[in-house]
């Protein structure tokens, strides 16, 4: 059985760092693109960032610049750097590995800025 499990959230005052660590377990994981997404009180699930296995890379504007999305192929794992963290970054963060075949996702992990 598949799981793809987040780690790392937690409580960060504004302008701090967090890194998030999503570890799945699916069988050729390189092949998988790789996406964060997160879900705010109130708002829909959205994008915020994007790894294909061909290492092309998406951010929507209200992250570029501030977070970095990177796999571990070799520990099926892969990570969101978030730097120069907002009170509107926080949401539940959910990782998700999509494949042609296959879509999983995790359970979220909270991430809350504030001071």
């Known amino acids: 059985q598949v799981q793809v499990v987040e780690s790392g959230g937690g409580l960060v005052q504004p302008g701090g760092s967090l890194r998030l660590s999503c570890v799945a377990s699916v069988r050729l994981f390189s092949i998988y693109s790789m996406g964060w997404y997160r879900q705010a009180p109130g708002k829909q699930r959205e994008l915020v960032a994007l790894l294909t296995g061909g290492g092309v890379t998406n951010y929507p504007a209200s992250v570029n610049g501030r977070f970095t999305i990177s796999r571990d192929n070799a520990k099926n794992t892969v990570y969101l750097q978030m730097n120069s963290l907002k009170p509107e970054d926080t949401a539940v963060y959910y990782c998700?590995?999509?494949?042609?075949?296959?879509?999983?996702w995790g359970q979220g992990t909270q991430v809350t800025v504030s001071s």
């Open positions: 998700n590995a999509y494949s042609r075949s296959s879509n999983y």
